[in-house]
């Protein structure tokens, strides 16, 4: 069977390939994560003690706090971040985050966001591909 | 599809140089991705991204030197991790998070920010005023000026608050917009006994409360005395944005968009109103209280940082008093304020009885405090909410007399319930 391809909002383009890590609730890049060791700190969080290190990170939505872009970019600088980050609700934070580490550091994490319908449709799936175009390929 | 005028446009395509280039683009993504139809200008920027938690903020801070960044509007420094004026008693704890902190902030000052390092800039003279369109970053001054100054403000994450700042536009979307700021839904706090309607304390519980409830809606709370101070108000700016988000509220007949009930709607009605009673007030007490007796190892006030009234007040109630020599009590603010209590002759008082004051810095995330085990007592509603998730420490959270009664006492004292 031919993988299907969902159509993303580009919110900082890049590709990615990999697996995924699907969050039930957001976890903020500030405060809620350790950008040196890639871990999810937030005590209250169901997945506190996750590593996002290398995975294709899906949240419906950002949780923001001015510190977010500096997080991001700091996590992608060091490789602790995730690879990618798919959304379904649009979030500035952290494609701010994104561009900045993209300019400082010339690595291009995409950041994108899907419609409710195909949100709900990548999360059954365990991998899948970021075109530069924002194509969500899961397999 | 963004309308941009010449100047806009040039940035965009590189005339003005490749800083400024770079600096549009995250300006036009953030607008792009708020769906603003065109960008506007800003007359004063409060910069968060001198901030420092580790190499980015750095990177960052040197590309904008090298670059021969230069600030076109007035650009103030929020408050920064360590202290800049060597009252941070206990920096050696991590020296190369000390020097980077440093560095950042330095360059920031050298590129010509204002280095106010204060996460209270409207305590500052000569700061934006009602109807101002201005860059806002840290949660508790953006929503202080959207609903106390009546400036307008978008919260702007580091870097995109330098963007806005060097290319002085921010994208005309949210709250900037007099349809941003309507007033969606009510907080009515009229039931509670008059008495407690003045006190400072429950101001900071009700904006736990608003933060709680309010999601994305802008609140209106109905009931405060107009005679309600401007550090309650700092409170429940503070407090509903660390428990929520919430970046504009309304207080009929104290905030300046808010007169009366029709104003603050815009001739709309709330789509619900929520009655607070004594027991929300001791609910949100609960909930940023993890303990209520007990020793004390410290006190923390000045989250946002302290101001001259609130060390008046402090001096008045600390005067003849000594703190106990198990606690450490620590007040932060900024250096403005400082020399200005110190002129008063009240920082004597205050220091006298073994207070420290802390400037440039706050005590939750300033290595100062990273040694303390707890529990700490502290006015603030956003410090005790805050905290225990940044600090392995319990909290107490009590009014300013209940903070000195414990700090001179060594153990906490905390007011009865409200609903008893």
Redesign the interface.
């Known amino acids: 069977m031919t993988p299907q391809s969902l159509k993303s909002e580009v919110l900082h383009p890049g590709t990615a390939q990999g697996e995924l890590l699907v969050l039930d609730t957001p976890v903020s890049f500030w405060g809620g994560f350790d950008p040196n060791n890639g871990e999810i700190i937030e005590a209250s969080h169901p997945q506190c003690g996750e590593k996002v290190t290398g995975k294709i990170l899906v949240m419906y939505r950002g949780k923001g706090s001015a510190g977010t872009p500096a997080g991001v970019a700091e996590s992608i600088r060091n490789g602790s971040g995730p690879i990618a980050l798919i959304l379904c609700e649009p979030e500035v934070n952290i494609a701010i985050g994104a561009a900045v580490a993209s300019e400082l550091y010339d690595v291009h994490m995409p950041v994108v966001c899907l419609e409710p319908d195909d949100y709900t449709k990548l999360i059954e799936s365990n991998k899948t591909d970021i075109s530069l175009t924002g194509e969500v390929t899961p397999h | 599809m963004i309308e941009l005028s010449q100047k806009e446009k040039d940035m965009r395509d590189g005339k003005e140089g490749p800083l400024l280039k770079?600096a549009i683009?995250?300006v036009l993504?953030?607008a792009n991705?708020?769906q603003a139809p065109r960008l506007i200008e800003a007359s004063f920027a409060h910069i968060?991204?001198c901030?420092y938690?580790?190499?980015?903020?750095l990177?960052?801070a040197r590309?904008l030197e090298r670059e021969g960044a230069t600030f076109p509007i007035p650009s103030w420094t929020n408050t920064v991790p360590v202290s800049l004026t060597g009252s941070d008693g206990r920096e050696k704890n991590n020296q190369a998070f000390v020097d980077g902190a440093k560095e950042v902030a330095e360059i920031y000052e050298r590129i010509g920010c204002k280095p106010v390092w204060t996460c209270a800039p409207y305590q500052l003279p000569d700061g934006p005023k009602f109807g101002d369109q201005i860059v806002g970053?840290?949660?508790n001054a953006v929503s202080f000026y959207n609903a106390v100054v009546g400036a307008r403000t978008q919260?702007?994450?580091?870097?995109?608050?330098v963007a806005c700042a060097l290319t002085g536009r921010v994208p005309f979307t949210g709250l900037h917009r007099d349809e941003g700021r309507i007033g969606q839904i009510e907080l009515d706090v009229s039931f509670l006994p008059e008495e407690l309607r003045h006190e400072e304390e429950i101001c900071h519980l009700i904006g736990i409360i608003m933060g709680r409830d309010a999601g994305s809606k802008v609140p209106v709370i109905r009931g405060l005395p107009s005679s309600t101070h401007r550090d309650s108000l700092k409170g429940i700016a503070a407090a509903g944005a660390a428990s929520g988000?919430v970046a504009m509220f309304h207080v009929l007949g104290v905030t300046p968009e808010a007169p009366d009930a029709e104003t603050a709607y815009q001739g709309r009605t709330p789509e619900r109103i929520q009655k607070v009673t004594a027991t929300d007030l001791d609910e949100a007490k609960a909930l940023v209280s993890s303990v209520r007796s007990g020793p004390v190892n410290m006190v923390a006030l000045g989250t946002p940082h302290f101001s001259y009234d609130e060390f008046q007040r402090l001096a008045v109630l600390i005067d003849g008093r000594k703190v106990h020599p198990d606690v450490t009590f620590y007040v932060s603010t900024s250096r403005f304020v400082a020399q200005m209590v110190q002129d008063s002759g009240a920082m004597d008082i205050i220091e006298r009885a073994g207070v420290q004051v802390l400037r440039d810095t706050c005590t939750y995330f300033s290595p100062a405090v990273k040694a303390c085990k707890g529990p700490v007592m502290t006015n603030s509603g956003k410090w005790a909410f805050?905290a225990p998730?940044?600090l392995p420490v319990d909290v107490a959270f009590g009014s300013l007399r209940d903070c000195v009664q414990s700090a001179v006492k060594g153990e906490i004292v905390m007011a009865p319930a409200f609903g008893s």
Not at chain 2, 155 to 161: A, E, Q, S, T, V
């Open positions: 770079f683009s995250l993504k953030a991705i708020w968060d991204a901030h938690y580790g190499q980015a903020h990177d960052f590309k970053s840290e949660s919260k702007y994450g580091d870097f995109l608050d988000g805050y998730g940044m």
